[in-house]
């Protein structure tokens, strides 16, 4: 329930902004290079690429260089476990909400850096258990709900063309794995991000 009264809190500031705010509207997607992390396992699971896409809005605000963004994303992010065909596989509603500091190289490309929250909601399966015991992993189980960080530079060209490069680091776990022993491991889906925006 906070989770969602912060994004509501999120929202209503969002178009509460003043009316000399400049919107823009537009479209992002990119490349997730995730790095799994889990507590007791040090070799099971290995790294795999995933993606993320969806619309995104801009707000230029009345100060020199200073801005918002915020989008909706279908994210998708994999882990494979290590000498098996299987895949963990985290599928997620995620909600990004950055603050933007940039300035001109020229007329045409404008650099920034930015950092914000992320609020992620599960839309894939929630869990599995194995048949067989592979790799010493039973199972895993991902959670409902996740907030993550951001921190990375992006250029805008033309107004229009947006390149962005990011970390986003889990503030909380994403979910557990189950180990032949009975015992659990706290798992991250960390991820560097390469992404690619157009604006309207």
Known sequence: MKKILTIIAIACIAFAMPSQAQ??????GGLNLTTISVDNISNAISNKSG?????TVKFTLPVVGLSLDASALYDQRNAKIKGTDETVKL?????????RYGFGLSSAVNVFA????????NIGDKSN???????NVKGWSLKSSNI?????IGATVFSKLQITANYNFQLSKSGEVELEDGT???MKFNSWQLGLGYYF
Not at 51 to 55: D, I, L
Not at 129 to 135: H, M, P
């Open 148 to 152: 993550s960080g951001n921190v990375g």
């Open 184 to 186: 659990t491991g706290k």
């Open 91 to 99: 599928q997620s509603f995620q909600i990004p909400v950055n603050v």
């Open 23 to 28: 919107v823009k509207f537009g479209l992002k």
């Open 129 to 135: 258990t194995f048949n067989a015991i592979l790799n």
């Open 114 to 121: 930015f950092a914000g929250p992320q609020f992620g909601f």
């Open 51 to 55: 993606f993320y896409v969806g619309p």
